[in-house]
Every structure is written in structure tokens, then in C-alpha cells.
């Protein structure tokens, strides 16, 4: 079976790309990671990308007149690669339709939070200030809005009393890093469904898709 090509979204750390990196490099993932797309070009994810050998696509968005602008030389990048997969993993960018339409039913995004619950930034601490005693995290397909794809998968975490967003974060990141590569190892199996606003996992749909 031929690994699926994937490209990573990335803007900052880069834990979960590490993490996708880490399960592809040890035939975990069936995909392989051909491109590390960042929008910053100094954030620690690029390091990253380079120390695995992966090739990245880096830009400053204030150099463009328009977010479309940038998403369409992206775009032209992606099919020349023949990117089969999209993986927003901390990228911190909107998307517009430019990549949306394209990608529709192939772009999946990670999220820290149990959505539809606290969509956006700071999903942790807005859990917190909630009081909620469970959150966790969610992979989503990517509609081009806030955080509101259709959900393919969530993984829950307790909040304990004394919780902090220092203390919460390891848990919820640990949380994203193990969802993250089980999520696009369906997905390169052909058993992620996605029919409206539903989504299941389970045997490879339709014909073989061994590739």
C-alpha cells in the first residue's frame, strides 16, 4: 500500500506535527509528510521539518494583498505535489474557499477543545473560565468556517478543581497527539465516511483501497 501524501499547516510549536512525523517515520501512519506549510517562518516547526527532511512551503501573509492571494500559490504547490491530504495542526490562519473547495472532504484540523464548545482561540482556557469538568479534543473536517466541519473523532479529558491552562495543556496536548495520526491513519485507509454533517470510522468503504 502506498503511503498517502499528506501537508502539514503549521504555525507554531509544532508538537503535533512532530507527532504525525514520529508515527510516519515509524511506519505507524501509512502517509507520508511532503510538505510543511508555515506562516511564520521563524516558528520552532520548521526546525522540526528540517531535522525529519521534510521539505516546507514558508510565506509572511502581510506580504500578500489578500489571503486568497497566498492560498492560490499554496494551492498550485499542493497539486504539483500531488497532496492527497491537508492537516491543520496549529495553523492559525483562516481559510478561504481557494483551499476549502479543492480540499473539501481532505482537510481535517485539530482542535483543543470538545466542539462544537469553545471554537476559536484559547479553547483551553475558555473550558477553564466555563468551569467545565470535562474538555478534551476534536479533529474536524475543515468547512471554512470557525472550528465547525463536520467532527470525525474527539477524545475526552477531565478537568480536575485545581486545573490551571498550565497545568490542563499537557494533558490536552498529549490528547491531540495521540487522536491526531489514529484520525489520518483512517482516513489513508478509506475509512473515514463523511455524509453531511456525519462521520464514520470503520472498514475501508467502497472498493479495495490498497494503493
Known sequence: MAPIKIA??????????QALADAAAGRQLDASIELLVCDKPAAPVVERARRAGIDTWLFTPKEYPSREAYETLILEELQRRGIELIVLAGYMRII???????????MVNIHPALLPAFPGVNGIRQALEYGVKVTGVTVHYVDGGMDSGPIIAQRAVEVADDDTEESLAPRIHAAE????????????????ALE????????????????
Open 8 to 17: 502539514v499547516f503549521a504555525s507554531g510549536q509544532g508538537t503535533n506535527f
Open 96 to 106: 478561504t474557499d481557494v483551499l476549502v473547495q479543492p480540499y473539501y472532504g481532505r
Open 177 to 192: 497527539q495521540a487522536l491526531l495520526p489514529w484520525v489520518v491513519q483512517q482516513i489513508a485507509h478509506g475509512r473515514a
Open 196 to 211: 453531511g454533517r456525519h462521520v464514520t470510522i470503520g472498514a475501508a468503504i467502497g472498493a479495495d483501497k490498497s494503493r
